[in-house]
C-alpha cells in the first residue's frame, strides 16, 4: 500500500494540502468547523487529538502561526496521511504527527494549552455501520469514547487549558 491509496486535496484556495485515503475514512465538515471555532493564544501548544489525516492541525498552523501542535492518531494509513500532509505543507518545524492511543497518552508530564478532538460519536451496535474497518474506527466508539477522550484530554492540558470538541449527540 504505497501513496496511491491516497488522495491529495487542495483547500482554502491551494492553502493547504491535505492527503487522504482515496477510499475509507475522509475527513468532513464538522473537522473544518472545529479548527474554525478553536481560538489559540500565540506561541500555544495544542494538542489534536483522534488526528486523523491532520486537517485540524494543519489548519490550525495556517490560522494561528506561532502555534506549534502535536497530532495523535492511532490508525496507520492515517498515521501516514497525517504525515504527508505536514510534509507537503511545510509544517514540519510547527505540527509535530505521532501514532499512538489517546487512552495510553505517550506524552509523560507534557501539558498543553488547548486540546481539540473530533471523537466519533456513534456506538459500534447502533444502527447501519460502515463497512470497512478504517471508517468504523474512525466514525464509531469502538476503539474509544468521549469519555476516554475528555480523560486524555484532562491529563493533557495544563491548569486554565481550554478543550474544543465537535461531538454529535
Do not use: W
Not at 501548544?45 to 506549534?68: E, Y
Not at 505543507?89 to 505540527?95: A, F, G, S
Not at 509523560?108 to 471523537?119: I, L, M, S, T, Y
Amino acid at each position: 500500500m504505497g501513496n496511491l491509496d491516497l488522495t491529495r486535496d487542495q483547500i482554502f484556495s491551494g492553502k493547504l494540502v491535505v492527503f487522504q485515503p482515496r477510499e475509507g475514512y475522509r475527513f468532513s465538515i464538522e473537522a473544518l468547523l472545529l479548527a474554525g471555532f478553536v481560538r489559540v493564544r500565540p506561541r500555544a501548544l495544542v494538542m489534536d487529538l483522534g488526528a486523523g489525516c491532520g486537517i485540524i492541525s494543519v489548519t490550525l498552523a495556517l490560522r494561528f502561526p506561532l502555534a506549534k501542535m502535536v497530532s495523535l492518531e492511532i490508525q496507520e494509513r492515517l498515521s501516514r496521511a497525517l504525515i504527508l500532509t505536514v510534509r507537503e505543507n511545510h509544517l514540519e518545524d510547527r505540527v509535530l504527527p505521532v501514532r499512538g492511543d489517546l487512552r495510553s497518552i505517550p506524552f509523560k508530564g507534557e501539558r498543553f494549552d488547548v486540546v481539540v478532538a473530533n471523537p466519533p460519536f456513534k456506538p459500534p451496535t447502533a444502527g447501519r455501520l460502515p463497512p470497512d474497518r478504517e471508517n468504523l474506527l474512525a466514525r464509531t466508539e469502538t476503539l474509544a469514547n468521549l469519555e476516554d477522550f475528555l480523560k486524555a484530554a484532562y491529563a493533557l492540558l495544563r491548569p486554565g487549558g481550554r478543550v474544543f470538541l465537535v461531538y454529535s449527540t
